[in-house]
């Protein structure tokens, strides 16, 4: 049983006003891939390093299995960690870098070679056990360290942004492979990156931190079509999603005399009479061919091949527009056909089906049409 729970747990470092993560209160099953993605500074790496045993819990609790580890040394937690910077040693080949910690640990040396051979063979690195880490590429170092995580058989896997420092081809090839890997061993892992493309589409949940305090912990699907508050709304989705602000309507809303259908009921506007925040994602938004909606003028026209990309300015509030620019504007991005024809300063009207707009107070933030 390594399940993982976080039970109010809070890290506050010495000197500082306010704590470096903030009450987490976070579940995470038996060999569930979690990921903690948010901004820098947001308390990922801390939190993950709370459960490594690196960092001390000012208050709450953190429990493997049944089995309170809040202050158990780092050594008697049966995790394994695996670093940004590898962490190998230099001087030893691969195969004396990952059976390293089963030998530190008392292992026979039979145990600790088939071990790292079965690692090995799993990871694709039987052919590189008797170089040494300067021999072999980004890549393969962090496959070692992966290895030498492995062969421990820990209860829990700790990756603390490990692949940061690839190059963006090599992050995604390999970030396949941790996936895929994690789920053949099925050990329950944790995973702290602040990059939310890689959060999507490696991790079964993700956690979404700001200022140390949890925001939401949901499915990468769920996340991205039922953001709780304006901060995962634009965290989270590449691109991110268009924020109009606008004001509540009998009918629905207006953004600078444009009316836009909403999904909101009564019960859900009540209190919130005033400013609203709407969220359209890119593919959300329709290109009008009858001049209907809200007006863009194009600033940039990205072909990608099976999609295209309009990069350009609302009129969200513009006195005056001159060298395709709106004062007073808001940025946003559509996702438009590939190979349609639309120029740099031009003007298209963008409309969206009331389901697929997204609804928040623009002063708290919190979404008003949660389901």
């Known amino acids: 049983m390594s399940t993982v ?12 006003t306010t704590p470096a993560v903030d009450s987490l209160d976070l579940e995470i099953g038996d060999g569930e891939f979690m990921v903690l993605v948010g901004p ?21 609790e953190i429990l493997i299995g049944d089995r309170d580890v809040t202050d158990v040394a780092p050594k008697d937690r049966d995790i394994a960690m695996v670093f940004q910077n590898y962490a190998l040693y230099p001087h030893m080949t691969v195969a004396d870098n990952m059976g390293f910690a089963l030998k530190m640990a008392g292992a026979p040396k039979d145990e600790r070679e088939r071990r790292v051979r079965d690692a090995a063979e799993l990871l694709g690195l039987t052919e590189f056990l008797g170089r040494k880490p300067k021999a072999m590429s980004g890549g393969q170092r962090q496959r070692v360290a992966m290895g030498r995580a492995i062969v421990r058989n820990p209860q829990v896997f700790c990756m603390d ?5 690839l190059d963006a081809k090599l992050r995604v090839s390999t970030r396949t492979q941790i996936a895929s890997l994690q789920q053949r061993l099925g050990v329950t892992t944790v995973y702290v990156t602040h990059d939310q493309v890689e959060a999507m589409t490696m991790g079964d949940r993700v956690a979404v931190l700001k ?16 953001p709780v508050n304006l901060f995962v709304a634009g965290f989270i989705g590449s691109p991110a999603m268009n924020l109009l602000e606008g004001e509540l309507t009998e009918k629905g809303a207006v953004v600078n005399g444009h009316e836009i259908g909403l999904p909101v009921t009564a019960a859900d506007r009540k209190g919130h009479d005033g400013s609203v925040t709407l969220g359209i994602r890119p593919e959300r938004f329709r290109v009008s061919d009858d001049g209907q909606g809200i007006p863009v003028i194009v600033s ?17 509030g513009a006195e005056s527009a001159k060298e ?44 008003l049409d949660a389901a």
């Not at 940039?300 to 969200?316: I, N, P, R």
């Open 324 to 367: 395709g620019a709106l004062t007073g504007g808001t940025d946003v991005v559509i996702r438009v056909e590939a190979r349609r024809d639309f120029e740099r300063g031009s003007t298209v009207h963008v409309t969206s089906d009331p389901e697929y707009v997204h609804v928040f107070a623009t002063e708290s933030g919190e979404r």
């Open 5 to 16: 729970s976080f039970r109010n747990a809070s890290c506050a470092y010495p000197g500082s």
């Open 40 to 60: 820098s500074g947001c308390g990922k790496s801390t939190s993950l390093r709370m459960l490594a045993g690196l960092e001390a819990v000012s208050s709450g």
């Open 161 to 165: 942004e490990p692949l940061s420092n």
């Open 300 to 316: 940039v026209v990205e072909e990608l091949g099976a999609d295209a990309y309009l990069y350009g300015v609302a009129d969200t």
């Open 211 to 226: 200022d140390g305090l949890l925001q939401q912990a949901d499915t990468p699907l769920g996340l991205y079509d039922n």
